[in-house]
């Protein structure tokens, strides 16, 4: 397939797990440049070696921390650099505590707002600064299905920050519509990634009778950042093998 044909994009969270799968396809499916951001650089690093060894994209990696707006106009400085231009955004980084209520507290409220919903706005709105100008672009959002059902074993913060990205999509959209720029988001369910390691989820009662892979949200992600999906915009697709439906 050559969905990605000559774009250019950058991925936030890239180093691993479900935005490095989208890397991957991203890259195998036609992308020119691809500039990885994540706050592990030395993984990232890894992981824009692998696929570039793998593909004939260019990939490269840089450090951006998304709580931290100086960060974020440092990664995009460096994607303009690197690449010329900026076709696609997703929003992949973000964090998820499985903290009780008595557990959390207003600095854990803040760190996951200030990464998940804060970091996904900062980040589109440099994306804007670029696409605009072009009269194109396709940002697509990591929320969750949190975001839907108030989460499952996520801290109350968590639910909050991706019912925020769900939102902000649609609000998003609506600014980007004029000028030919595309806003989604995905809403995995409990998806097989470090993440979730080490919690209590299962399959239990999710009627495809299983957990979700890093593939099936990569799929969704590189749909909706196609040109296939160029008469979608501020939709939030439910990615739950039937867990949730809308």
Known sequence: MSQFDGRTIVITGGADGISKRTAQLMAERGAAAIVIGDINADLAAQTA???????????????????????????FTTAIERMGRLDVLVNGAGIMRTSTIEQSDAAAWDLTCDINL???????????????????????????????????????E????????VAATKSLAKLGGPFAITVNAVAPSVIRTKM??????????????????????????????SDEAAYITGTTLDVNGGSYMN
Not at 158 to 165: E, F, H, M, N
Request: charged residues 15%; aromatic residues 6%.
């Open 49 to 75: 070696a692998e696929i570039t060894a793998a593909t004939s994209c260019a990939v490269t990696a840089t450090r951006v921390d998304v709580s931290d707006p100086e960060s974020i106009a440092a990664l």
């Open 118 to 156: 804060r970091g996904t706005f900062l980040c589109a709105r440099e994306a804007f600064t670029l696409m605009k100008p072009r009269g194109y672009g396709r940002i697509v959002n990591v929320a969750s299905v949190a975001a839907r059902i108030g989460g499952i074993a996520s801290g109350v």
């Open 158 to 165: 968590y639910a909050a920050s991706k019912g925020g990205v």
């Open 196 to 225: 979730t390691e080490g919690t209590a989820y299962s399959a239990a009662g999710i009627p495809l009778g299983r957990l979700g892979e890093v593939e099936d949200v990569a799929y969704a992600i590189a749909f909706l950042a």
